[in-house]
């Protein structure tokens, strides 16, 4: 082939061809993505140890002050050892009575109801609370802040089978400004039997009647007196304003353990992914999982919108709780929110527990009404820092 006959390039070919160069250069020069050294999860669930848990309502015969107790029985480090009772007043709001071996902590009752009216130790005269085949068998005794006599007397002699079940306790529209989202996830829960039980409810002197369910259960007709020997009592990301601690992901493993908690995890382009947080206890593991899985803080890039939908569950005889998250880095801020849209998806094992949480709209709908908003933000140091609060977002009964 002589020089004159040679193919000839384009103009256009030739700047294609430079393009090219200058793009592999440009790629052989970029940083590669460097590992994540710590990673940053913004939840948290803690977890309020307790023995047993019984609730006795009388709102169809209420008194002056209290509409209903809660007896409630601890045995651990956190709390001392001895019996509390929850008065639940007629304003919503609850007092607490507790022997003075207990050391409970005014901060967590801002959650229950309304809120703390007052706290008050007492000597109690009766404190008994067990749970036996036959069912439940309690006396309390003791004098309330005006001085007058109560007494919870219950004992169920009934020799047919309880049947119990698994609940997470609902909470009603009084809790206006929840500090956390509470979790009571309640084991073997059952109604105290209206036959074949020896009752007694009375506050100075007069006699109440205590509430009836509804509806019979197991062929049964019951009290609305209901009880688990087994409760799990957790606060999920519970209102915090201050500096969250990071997570070392030296060792690049998918299951790390930071305080109570294992985390377990997913890599993407190595970075760590969130896709379970689960917190032991001596009851049953509660488990928080994300799909897709949450990415660490620290890999947010600015403008980039995170979505997708997280579950808590416990023991699978108490359901679960499902609903979305969504996270979006904007200037020097992340905003972070949870909503437990979904609700409570129970266990129903029979049908009188599915006619019950059906048509009792409380029990499932709840927790849709909560929703955690955090806004997450770097120092010049790198620490994050993160303010967070509970709202509700909406009624579910009507006053």
């Given at each position: 082939?002589?020089?004159?006959?040679?193919?000839?390039?384009?103009?256009?070919?030739?700047?294609?061809?430079?393009?090219?160069?200058?793009?592999?250069?440009?790629?052989?020069?970029?940083?590669?993505?460097?590992?994540?050294?710590?990673?940053?999860?913004?939840?948290?669930?803690?977890?309020?140890?307790?023995?047993?848990?019984?609730?006795?309502?009388?709102?169809?015969?209420?008194?002056?002050?209290?509409?209903?107790?809660?007896?409630?029985?601890?045995?651990?480090?956190?709390?001392?050892?001895?019996?509390?009772?929850?008065?639940?007043?007629?304003?919503?709001?609850?007092?607490?009575?507790?022997?003075?071996?207990?050391?409970?902590?005014?901060?967590?009752?801002?959650?229950?109801?309304?809120?703390?009216?007052?706290?008050?130790?007492?000597?109690?005269?009766?404190?008994?609370?067990?749970?036996?085949?036959?069912?439940?068998?309690?006396?309390?005794?003791?004098?309330?802040?005006?001085?007058?006599?109560?007494?919870?007397?219950?004992?169920?002699?009934?020799?047919?089978?309880?049947?119990?079940?698994?609940?997470?306790?609902?909470?009603?529209?009084?809790?206006?400004?929840?500090?956390?989202?509470?979790?009571?996830?309640?084991?073997?829960?059952?109604?105290?039997?209206?036959?074949?039980?020896?009752?007694?409810?009375?506050?100075?002197?007069?006699?109440?009647?205590?509430?009836?369910?509804?509806?019979?259960?197991?062929?049964?007709?019951?009290?609305?007196?209901?009880?688990?020997?087994?409760?799990?009592?957790?606060?999920?990301?519970?209102e915090y304003k201050g500096l969250l601690e990071p997570i070392s992901?030296?060792?690049?493993?998918?299951?790390?353990?930071?305080?109570?908690?294992?985390?377990?995890?997913?890599?993407?382009?190595?970075?760590?992914?969130?896709?379970?947080?689960?917190?032991?206890?001596?009851?049953?593991?509660?488990?928080?999982?994300?799909?897709?899985?949450?990415?660490?803080?620290?890999?947010?890039?600015?403008?980039?919108?995170?979505?997708?939908?997280?579950?808590?569950?416990?023991?699978e005889s108490v359901g679960r709780i499902q609903g979305k998250y969504?996270?979006?880095?904007?200037?020097?801020?992340?905003?972070?929110?949870?909503?437990?849209?979904?609700?409570?998806?129970?266990?129903?094992?029979?049908?009188?527990?599915?006619?019950?949480?059906?048509?009792?709209?409380?029990?499932?709908?709840?927790?849709?009404?909560?929703?955690?908003?955090?806004?997450?933000?770097?120092?010049?140091?790198?620490?994050?820092?993160?303010?967070?609060?509970?709202?509700?977002?909406?009624?579910?009964?009507?006053?």
């Amino acid at each position: 082939m002589t020089k004159s006959s040679r193919p000839k390039l384009s103009t256009a070919m030739l700047i294609l061809v430079i393009k090219l160069i200058c793009m592999s250069e440009s790629l052989s020069q970029a940083p590669v993505s460097e590992d994540i050294s710590e990673a940053i999860f913004p939840f948290s669930i803690a977890v309020d140890p307790m023995e047993r848990l019984l609730l006795v309502n009388f709102e169809q015969d209420p008194d002056s002050i209290y509409l209903g107790f809660e007896p409630q029985v601890f045995d651990d480090p956190i709390n001392g050892s001895g019996h509390l009772i929850i008065g639940w007043r007629n304003d919503k709001k609850v007092d607490v009575y507790h022997q003075k071996t207990l050391n409970p902590d005014p901060a967590k009752y801002s959650i229950t109801g309304a809120g703390l009216h007052q706290m008050i130790p007492v000597e109690m005269d009766k404190a008994f609370y067990e749970v036996n085949e036959q069912g439940v068998q309690a006396h309390y005794l003791f004098e309330d802040m005006q001085q007058r006599r109560v007494e919870i007397f219950i004992a169920e002699r009934n020799e047919a089978e309880r049947k119990p079940f698994g609940l997470l306790a609902p909470m009603g529209d009084a809790a206006l400004n929840p500090a956390s989202m509470p979790l009571v996830l309640l084991h073997d829960f059952y109604f105290v039997r209206s036959q074949h039980s020896d009752i007694k409810l009375s506050i100075d002197g007069r006699d109440h009647k205590l509430d009836e369910l509804p509806m019979r259960m197991d062929g049964q007709k019951m009290t609305f007196a209901r009880y688990s020997p087994k409760p799990l009592i957790a606060a999920l990301n519970a209102e915090y304003k201050g500096l969250l601690e990071p997570i070392s992901m030296a060792d690049r493993k998918n299951t790390i353990s930071a305080g109570d908690a294992e985390y377990r995890l997913q890599w993407k382009s190595n970075e760590p992914q969130l896709e379970a947080m689960i917190v032991a206890n001596d009851i049953y593991p509660i488990t928080m999982d994300f799909s897709p899985a949450f990415p660490s803080v620290n890999a947010i890039s600015h403008g980039k919108r995170v979505r997708g939908r997280f579950a808590i569950s416990g023991h699978e005889s108490v359901g679960r709780i499902q609903g979305k998250y969504f996270a979006q880095q904007q200037g020097d801020s992340l905003h972070v929110r949870l909503q437990a849209s979904q609700g409570w998806k129970p266990k129903s094992t029979k049908f009188s527990t599915w006619f019950l949480f059906t048509f009792a709209r409380v029990f499932k709908k709840w927790p849709s009404t909560y929703q955690w908003d955090a806004h997450l933000r770097q120092d010049k140091s790198g620490d994050w820092h993160m303010e967070s609060k509970w709202t509700r977002t909406g009624k579910i009964l009507k006053d």
